[in-house]
Every structure is written in C-alpha cells, then in structure tokens.
T-cell receptor
Framework: DTAVSQTPKYLVTQMGNDKSIKCEQN?????MYWYKQDSKKFLKIMFS???????INETVPNRFSPKSPDKAHLNLHINSLELGDSAVYFC??????????FGSGTQLSVL | GDSVTQMEGPVTLSEEAFLTINCTYT??????LFWYVQYPGEGLQLLLK?????DKGSNKGFEATYRKETTSFHLEKGSVQVSDSAVYFC???????????FGGGTRLMVKP
C-alpha cells in the first residue's frame, strides 16, 4: 500500500486556470507538508499542517491555498495559474524521529 | 536562519568508483541531519540520518558522519553502482522546529 499518495502525477494546464492537487497518507501521521521543487531540483517548503491546523506558511502567493479536511489529507488548490508555477510539487507526512515520507510528486506544467 | 550547502553537480563517476558528496550546514544549536535520495521519476526517500555529533548514519553502503566541529555531513560510498544514479539532498531539522531545510541537491550519474 502506498504510504503517501498524491494525484495527479502530471498536470498540464493553461495560464489562468484553477487546479487542485490531492494528497493522502495512511501512516497515521499528524503532520503533513507541501514542498515545491523547481527545475533546478531545489526544494522549498510551502505549507505544513499538524492535525488539520496550519503551522508553517512560507512566503507563498495567496493563489495557493492548502485544505486539510482531516489529518490524513492535505490538498493544494491553486488559483489563476501562472507560468512560474510550473514545478514538481511534493506532499510529505511526518513521523516520529523526524523522518518524512514523501509522495511521488506532481509535475505541474503551465502553458 | 538555518541553511544547507552541498556541492554543485552533476557528479559523474564510473561504476565502482569512490563517492563523496560534500554537505555543510548553518544552524543554531544541534540540528538533526539527513540525506535524502530522489531516483528518476520518484519522490524523495530518506537515505540516512544522524541526530547528534559524531553519529554515523549508514544505509545501502552509504555513510555520513555528523561533524560538529566542521558543521559537515558529507555523504560517502566506497563503490558506486549504476543504480545509485539519482539526485541526493542533504537536509537538516533545527532543534527549534520541525521543518526540513534542504540543500540544492546533487545529481549523481554513474556510468557502466
């Protein structure tokens, strides 16, 4: 069974559209994250939720809005997509001992 | 704030060569240190970690020692394989928080 699953794996869309990326973890972790990986492979945290509450919100445009309906899910909704949003987005969940489990990534391409 | 610096890639090696990927960090207190690996088309996986000074993390033939005096956590492997080709990320979690801070990643390419 996949521990952290995110969908879709690939997302191609036009500028100005609104899209969502879903993430689910079946590990029983309390903390979930969204990371953005740019074309140079540099990873940067975007958001972190603990038990459905936002605990980290880095400098991210307001067009990005995370939603956590329960502690097993952390979805990412993006409004008015821009070219610069093209990247790979990784969901992760946190375990004891500080180990993170990552999803396989969603490659977003904005045309 | 916390930061991680790792060597620029790509690193290209022949099979069975010795690997070193340098990683240094800046953090207050005593952070926990990690190496993550990203194989092509996959998400990051934890490769190894060390939580205190002089600890050595090891996994799959890779090793890294937490050196407080040099604020380093260099990744080493004695004999690389083609299957080790991936991007390697050094990372830390500072004592004050729970957020991973990543280095920029180093791409390793191993040729037969």
């Amino acid at each position: 069974d996949t521990a952290v699953s995110q969908t879709p794996k690939y997302l191609v869309t036009q500028m100005g559209n609104d899209k969502s990326i879903k993430c689910e973890q079946n590990l029983g972790h309390d903390t979930m994250y969204w990371y953005k990986q740019d074309s140079k492979k540099f990873l940067k945290i975007m958001f972190s939720y603990n038990n459905k509450e936002l605990i980290i919100n880095e400098t991210v445009p307001n067009r990005f809005s995370p939603k956590s309906p329960d502690k097993a899910h952390l979805n990412l909704h993006i409004n008015s997509l821009e070219l610069g949003d093209s990247a790979v987005y990784f969901c992760a969940s946190g375990a004891e001992g500080l180990k993170l489990f990552f999803g396989s990534g969603t490659q977003l391409s904005v045309l | 704030g916390d930061s991680v610096t790792q060597m620029e890639g790509p690193v290209t090696l022949s099979e069975e060569a010795f690997l070193t990927i340098n990683c240094t960090y800046t953090a207050t207190g005593y952070p926990s240190l990690f190496w993550y690996v990203q194989y092509p088309g996959e998400g990051l996986q934890l490769l190894l970690k060390a939580t205190k000074a002089d600890d050595k993390g090891s996994n799959k033939g890779f090793e890294a020692t937490y050196r407080k005096e040099t604020t380093s956590f260099h990744l080493e492997k004695g004999s690389v394989q083609v299957s080790d080709s991936a991007v390697y990320f050094c990372a830390l979690i500072g004592r004050a928080g729970n957020m991973l801070t990543f280095g920029g990643g180093t791409r390793l390419m191993v040729k037969p």
